[in-house]
């Protein structure tokens, strides 16, 4: 089915320990996004990517690094994991693209639940 | 100050009644809104936009207050398929990013 594929679904890592959030979608779009979700906080974007080749920070880009490797994928990294870091982590895409008004609504992946221990 | 501040609720409602809840917004330079559907534990999925006409999708309404910077959802002839958090979602002009609200949690009873 069309959409954004997110892997893996459930990680637990342990404090220090780096690891890589997978995201693709085939829906030919060209903005990309990672989120992430805590209770009560609502999503808070992480990175974005308006373009492939380009990668802006959002509001919580710190402990976090990303690739926008191919207007396909989109990789989100954790260096060094912090008990912090524990959340459900969203990416998603969107048609949005130079400077037209994003009228567009955003296709989430089904989510990654990490938890850091 | 969150730019996008909803009611958490609960709302508790029995099936078949009408239930309303607002979000109000911050940026006044903001230009597109949307309801956004999540269920728990999953991914959030578009419901609607929101037009400055206000808008209609079967059962549910959205309007648009920009001088008071608010936008409200109803849904009529609750189902309890219906219970779900529902995210106030709004962007700014020439901006990719959009802003979410913490949503409001709606339950239907049987």
């Known amino acids: 089915n069309a959409g954004v594929t997110q892997t893996p679904k459930f990680q637990v890592l342990k404090t220090g320990q780096s690891m890589t959030l997978q995201c693709a979608q085939d829906m030919n779009h060209n903005s990309m996004y990672w989120y992430r979700q805590d209770p009560g906080m609502g999503l808070r974007l992480i990175y974005y990517?308006?373009?492939?080749?380009?990668?802006d920070k959002g509001e919580v880009p710190n402990g976090y690094n990303v690739s926008r490797l191919n207007k396909r994928e989109f990789s989100l990294r954790l260096e060094s994991a912090a008990p912090s870091q524990t959340s459900v982590y969203f990416c998603?895409?969107?048609?949005?693209?130079?400077?037209?008004?994003?009228?567009?609504?955003?296709?989430f992946g089904s989510g990654t639940r990490l938890t850091v221990v | 100050r969150k730019e996008v501040e909803q009611d958490p609720g609960p709302f508790n409602v029995p099936e078949g009644a009408t239930v309303a809840f607002n979000c109000t917004y911050s940026?006044?330079?903001?230009?597109?809104f949307f309801w956004y559907r999540q269920d728990c534990r999953k991914e959030p999925k578009l419901l609607m936009s929101v037009y400055s006409s206000g808008n209609e999708d079967g059962r549910f309404t959205a309007q648009l207050n920009r001088a008071s910077q608010y936008i409200s959802l109803l849904i009529r002839d609750s189902k309890l398929s219906d219970s779900a958090t529902y995210l106030c979602?709004?962007?700014?002009?020439?901006?990719?990013?959009?802003?979410f609200g913490a949503g409001t949690t709606v339950t239907v009873r049987a």
């Open positions: 998603a895409s969107s048609e949005a693209r130079g400077t037209v008004s994003s009228n567009y609504g955003y296709t």
């Open positions: 979602v709004v962007n700014r002009k020439y901006d990719y990013k959009l802003s």
């Open positions: 990517s308006a373009s492939e080749g380009t990668t």
């Open positions: 940026n006044s330079a903001s230009q597109s």
